[in-house]
Nanobody, 126 residues
């Protein structure tokens, strides 16, 4: 399994970013995919999930501002982030669980529960 994130950077408050995650080594189209993040000194936090049917889930902190999507033809996961806030500053990781057969069961924040990429840094300056 390989997950490679891109698209992070530094933006001002209210700005936008689009993260991408190129996936390989597993059956992408049938897998639960998601984004998690971790800020310095804080625990990992689930941000958004999307299952094989395209059903989505968002944390309350990003609902209405972030949109998760997937392109099964390109084996790529996306996270459109709008109206960014300083508290969105974190390392963002793409996550995958190819084994859940009934959609996304939970946030993929536990080691051993899923596969993660190497992360891409998002910094929102105020």
């Amino acid at each position: 399994v390989q997950l490679v994130e891109s698209g992070g950077g530094t933006v001002e408050v209210g700005g936008t970013l689009r993260l991408s995650c190129a996936a390989s080594g597993f059956t992408f189209r049938s897998s639960c995919m998601g984004w998690i993040r971790q800020a310095p000194g804080k625990e990992r936090e689930g941000v958004a999930n999307i299952d094989d049917d395209g059903d989505t889930a968002y944390s309350n902190s990003v609902k209405g501002r972030f949109t998760i999507s997937r392109d099964n033809n390109k084996n790529t996961l996306y996270l459109q982030m709008n109206s960014l806030k300083p508290e969105d500053t974190a390392m963002y990781y793409c996550a995958a669980n190819p084994t859940w057969s009934s959609g996304c069961l939970r946030w993929m924040t536990s080691a051993g529960d899923s596969y993660w990429g190497q992360g891409t840094q998002v910094t929102v300056s105020s």
